[in-house]
């Protein structure tokens, strides 16, 4: 198959799954399942958020979870930073990238960090001031990118034009985000076609959430169009608080098999990574939505005698 022959899976669980869980997980158990995840080869992670504890209340530990983590293994460690607060409070903890975040919709962004598109845009001058100060790099994410629950169909040139501002703000790359699960083939070929024509020099990244179950598929037009940064999130948790009807991310072990599959390189250990998603299900007490960790890879045999013969 034509596309790249190695991909970054950036692992967004313990950020976007662990933002929409009703119950707050301890931050030593944050701490034990990323290390598990940075074992397995993930060398990308979205471990936190630094936004309002009042909003995300389950991510108010952030800065205690990044103490806590094993840095020693040269996986990169980034947190969602919505504001100037947010950047002075993620540069104080010392995380690797700061991620802003702002909606293609006007009203998933009012709705998500209480402000219009515009005014989201402006204050992250502040934001790229302090991340340089702190040396830290900055990448943007452009929620609804493929559709909005409130709004609808999101027009491309929209989603060009904040990639631009991205940009001309100094980012190092952008992060289309599937919100509520929206993308379909057409709209990723599209998306991505038109910001390689019209923001060449950012690099892509694609964020999938698998309401509709054909975020597998939407990877695949990714892959075909040549982008090699996916982001996941372990066990197929995550989705957005503020936006009716998310669900899950398009789930990393599936996507690793896949991808492996394909002949294509991640760095990452499956059998590894499948044990930390069923960690995490034990922690959360209830099945989560990934399929290989619980059926295990294609090639796992099982035992002939754990079934039974049909007779009669
Ligand atoms: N970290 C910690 N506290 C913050 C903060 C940050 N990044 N930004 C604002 N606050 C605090 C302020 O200090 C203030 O506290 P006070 O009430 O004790 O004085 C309070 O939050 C309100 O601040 P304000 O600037 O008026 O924010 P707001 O109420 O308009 O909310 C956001 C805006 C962006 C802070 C909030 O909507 C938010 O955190 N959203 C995140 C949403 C999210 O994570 N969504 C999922 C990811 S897609
Ligand atoms: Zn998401």
């Known amino acids: 198959m034509p596309g790249p022959r190695k991909v970054t899976v950036a692992e967004v669980g313990p950020r976007d799954g662990w933002q929409i869980e009703p ?124 559709g909005c629950p409130f709004e609808g169909a999101v027009p491309v040139t929209r989603v060009g034009e904040i990639a631009r501002r991205f940009y001309d703000l100094g980012m190092q790359g952008v992060g289309l985000g599937d919100t509520t699960g929206m993308a379909t083939p057409t709209l990723v070929a599209e998306r991505c076609r038109y910001l390689r024509q019209h923001v060449p020099e950012l690099p892509i990244a694609l964020h999938f959430h698998n309401t509709r179950g054909i975020g597998l598929v939407n990877v695949m037009t990714g892959l075909a169009e040549g982008i090699d940064i996916y982001e996941s999130s372990f066990a197929g948790l995550g989705g957005c608080p503020f936006a009716a009807g998310a669900t899950g991310n398009i789930c990393t072990e599936d996507l690793v098999y896949m991808l492996h599959e394909l002949g294509i390189e991640t760095g990452i250990d499956l059998e590894r990574l499948c044990a930390a998603a069923l960690h995490m299900e034990e922690v959360i007490g209830r099945t989560l939505p990934g399929q290989v960790m619980k059926a295990g890879p294609r090639l796992q045999l099982h035992p002939i005698d754990e079934v039974e013969t049909a007779v009669g």
Not at 43 to 63: G, N, T, W
Not at 86 to 112: I, L, P, Q, Y
Not at 136 to 144: L, S
């Open 23 to 146: 119950e707050f997980i301890p931050t030593e158990t944050k701490i034990q399942l990323i290390d598990e995840l940075v074992d397995a080869g993930i060398r990308v992670i979205e471990f936190s958020s630094f936004v309002s504890p009042k909003a995300v209340p389950q991510l108010a530990d952030a800065a205690e979870v990044l103490a806590g983590v094993d840095r020693t293994r040269g996986a990169k460690f980034a947190a969602l930073v919505p504001n100037a607060k947010g950047a002075e409070r993620a540069a104080a903890a010392g995380v690797d990238e700061m991620r802003v975040f702002v909606s293609a919709s006007e009203s998933h962004n009012r709705k998500n960090v209480n402000r219009s598109v515009e005014e989201s845009l402006e204050g992250f001058a502040d934001v790229m001031r302090i991340a340089g100060e702190a040396g830290i790099p900055v990448e943007g994410a452009i929620a609804t990118s493929f």
